[in-house]
């Protein structure tokens, strides 16, 4: 019989090892909709597994938890230093200085691409550090909450934060398969440990069903909190921050600006006004290098943006009208080190942080702080010139660099040949891209965000362009893209910018200026074309999207800019604005859906319903209590002393009175009338019964007394609760300790005292 007790706590443990790494599988699922799980799952699965293995042989061996859980870092050092930190360190395995200085780079990598990037992120070697680290480091933590302290239930608090944590970067839909999963877990925790502690046939062990009703209640107003609850709360609005680190998308400078369109629920990423006759387009990035499969974003010297050779004057022929504007950007919800300008941008003001400029395409990027709250204003010098002056001229000319005419020599022929065709019988270069710019815009073009997907060409490459010139549904990226390479056909310099459209009128104006909320999805890209002497011209070739370009002739009415857009109302009229487009369908909406609803027209249901959502979750420790509290007395009355007396210490745990496991029940008793004011007689009541059935079999006393000690039980928590003081009755009722600290426990044993009030 010796041998029993090892071997039923061998298997115990074993159950609780296998069940924390099931949780923590199940904790790190909804990752993968934020993170592709390339090499770091795999990683992270044997990390958890050499973690949670060695922390198990290492209890078997009787060691203590503090060696325990050391060891059990030594594998973690061990494993991540090998696998990401090798070449600086010693034998491979052993950190060295070099790699101590490495890892703050490593990290501020990670953080950056997390920061900037798009979901799904496809991960570089410093982010799969962090994930797989950081994991590792959480299965060392939840071993030794579970297995050492024997504290199921605040590891699964621990493990549900985890899972929440993608859901709150990327909002979605809840994922269901992975909130069963891991509350399927938690509960196989919390069982398995409770299970462990009774002995067969004690009064534990009949406790042990109170206790598993409780688990399984806690599991089922989890579920229903997630599953009913979560839906109605009003999605968060999120404010501007001041941090380079706030929330926020990003710009994805590379192209692959699908996922981002498709971004599962939209936010306002800024807010603009100007005073130019229509509102400009924002450019943030510009891209020039075509491999054949990827559009390289520029690169080159920067500038500090207060420099001369930051953003000087254009070189612009004399005969060229050039226009100045002013564009106010107010950022709400971007984090990105590129900022989004009017072009082309001759100053800016406003800006905090450190800033550079890239001459060669006007753009500016952070190199110290980012876009996230910046409050800035634009100043752009827009050459205008007239349809006669554009048309005598040829796009190209000196100074052109040698990447914006290239071409791969696998171009697709469809490329060309299309080209060629849309654009026999042009006048002129400008005539050219005319025909181009309304062929695209035409009706056998659509603009889609899913074809591209479901026919497998969700890129910018030359066979993706192809496949979309055949298909003839797209986004900007195939339009934009399909338009560059085939002027470059024709012999013209192009290149691709990546910015956003100007957004929709909000209704508003400040200095008789309308001011446009610009969303997530309308980030764009769209083509440029360099002619000589006028500079590079954007075209809009996306179909449904944007204000084609056209240039008026000289007999008319100046109204055109240079980013072709026709004249438009003015600002103080802006429900007559029709750039005002449906960013997922492509579609014109009325004029009045970009309008802000009135200020009297105020929904007052989703703060009702975030109220209600707020206080239910807030009750939930509250009824787990009570129904636990509930069960016991119901034991109590059926004669199980045990559930009574743990009522008693369940309130003196609320109460944050100590109530150590070295204490008798007589000693805890009289403690608690004398200062805690317990009531004497129903004290007296419980500590005969508790003592009684300690010498009892099966933990029940057997004289019929049982109501008589669930009453006690029940004078005995009032009277404590009403000695307490307020405030400490108020936590005690509504963040119930005894959740998770059990009776007898070491953490039990280190309350806040309590002292008896004065009478």
Do not use: K
Not at 82 to 108: C, K, N, Q, Y
Not at 185 to 205: K, Q, V
Not at 613 to 619: D, M, P, R
């Amino acid at each position: 019989m010796p041998s029993a007790e090892p071997a039923s706590r061998r298997g115990a443990d074993l159950l609780l090892t296998a069940g924390v790494f099931a949780a923590l599988i199940a904790a790190l699922l909804p990752l993968m909709r934020v993170v592709r799980p390339t090499g770091w799952l795999l990683g992270t699965l044997v990390l958890v597994a050499a973690v949670l293995a060695t922390g198990y042989v290492a209890r078997r061996l009787r060691l203590p938890a503090v060696a325990v859980s050391l060891i059990e870092v030594v594998v973690w050092v061990a494993f991540v230093t090998v696998v990401f930190l090798r070449d600086s360190a010693f034998l491979f395995v052993i950190p060295a200085v070099e790699t101590f200085r490495d890892i703050p780079d490593i990290l501020g990598a990670a953080g950056e691409e997390i920061a900037l990037g798009v979901a799904p992120l496809t991960p570089s070697a410093p982010l799969s550090m962090l994930i797989v680290g950081a994991t590792g480091l959480l299965a060392v933590v939840i071993d030794h909450v579970v297995l050492t302290a024997r504290m199921p239930l605040l590891a699964g608090v621990g493990l549900i934060a985890v899972s929440l944590i993608p859901a709150i970067a990327v909002p979605a839909e809840i994922d269901v398969v992975a909130f069963v999963l891991l509350a399927a877990a938690i509960l196989f925790l919390i069982r398995t440990d409770t299970r462990m502690r009774e002995e067969p046939g004690s009064a534990e062990a009949t406790r042990a069903t109170g206790v598993s009703a409780t688990a399984v209640g806690i599991g089922a107003i989890a579920v229903v909190v997630a599953l009913v609850a979560t839906p109605l709360l009003p999605q968060p609005v999120i404010r501007p921050a001041t941090g380079n680190l706030g929330p926020g998308p990003g710009i994805d400078a590379t192209l692959q600006l699908g996922d981002d369109l498709r971004r599962p629920r939209e936010v306002e990423v800024l807010q603009m006004r100007s005073d130019a006759p229509t509102p400009p387009y924002l450019r943030a990035t510009t891209l020039t290098e075509f491999t054949g499969a990827v559009w390289e974003p520029d690169s080159g010297r920067s500038y500090p943006l207060d420099s001369a050779e930051a953003l000087t004057a254009l070189p612009v022929d004399p005969e060229i009208q050039v226009a100045e504007y002013s564009t106010t950007v107010e950022i709400r919800n971007l984090n990105s080190t590129w900022l989004p300008v009017s072009y082309p941008a001759t100053s800016i003001e406003g800006l905090d942080g450190v800033w550079g400029a890239f001459p060669y395409n006007r753009t500016v990027e952070a190199r110290q702080g980012g876009t996230q709250g910046q409050d800035y204003e634009v100043i752009s010098r827009v050459p205008r010139p007239t349809l006669e002056q554009i048309r005598a001229r040829s796009a190209g000319g000196e100074g052109v660099r040698a990447d914006t005419l290239g071409l791969p020599v696998d171009l697709p022929p469809i490329v060309g040949e299309l080209a060629a065709e849309v654009t026999a019988g042009a006048a002129s270069d400008y005539d050219a891209l005319l025909a181009l710019q309304s062929w695209f815009r035409g009706a056998d073009f659509r603009y889609s965000l899913e074809a591209p997907v479901e026919e497998g060409f969700d890129g910018s490459g030359a066979e993706a362009v192809a496949r979309f010139l055949e298909v003839r549904e797209g986004y900007c990226v195939h339009y934009a893209s399909a338009f560059a390479l085939m002027a470059r056909t024709l012999g013209m310099p192009s290149r691709i910018v990546v910015g956003y459209l100007p957004g929709t009128s909000t209704g508003d104006a400040v200095d008789f200026q309308t001011v446009y909320s610009v969303m997530s999805g309308q980030l764009h890209a769209w083509p440029e074309i360099y002619f000589e002497g006028v500079g590079w011209i954007p075209f809009e070739p996306t179909n449904g999207l944007g204000q084609p370009t056209r240039f008026s002739p000289e007999a008319s009415a100046p109204g055109e800019t240079a980013d072709g857009a026709d004249d438009a109302p003015a600002p103080s009229t802006p429900a007559e604005v029709p750039d005002a487009v449906d960013p997922d369908t492509g579609e014109p909406l009325t004029p009045d859906a970009g309008t802000a609803a009135p200020d009297d027209a105020v929904d007052a249901l989703p703060a009702v319903t975030a109220v209600l959502a707020v206080l239910v979750v807030l009750a939930i420790p509250l009824l787990v209590r009570e129904l636990r509290r509930r069960q016991q007395l119901s034991a109590a009355r059926a004669g199980d002393a045990a559930a009574a007396w743990a009522v008693v210490q369940d309130t003196a745990i609320d109460l944050g009175i100590p109530s150590p496991v070295s204490e008798s029940p007589r000693a805890l008793g009289a403690r608690l009338i004398a200062e805690a004011g317990a009531p004497a007689d129903a004290m007296g009541v419980l500590i005969r019964a508790i003592e009684r059935a300690s010498y009892a079999p099966g933990g029940r006393h057997g004289f019929g007394q049982g109501e008589a000690t669930a009453t006690a039980a029940g004078e005995v928590r009032a009277g404590l609760l009403a000695a307490a003081p307020p405030g400490r009755r108020l936590l005690a009722l509504v963040v119930p300790r005894s959740l998770i600290i059990r009776p007898g426990s070491l953490y039990a044993g280190a309350g806040r005292g309590a002292s008896r009030p004065a009478r």
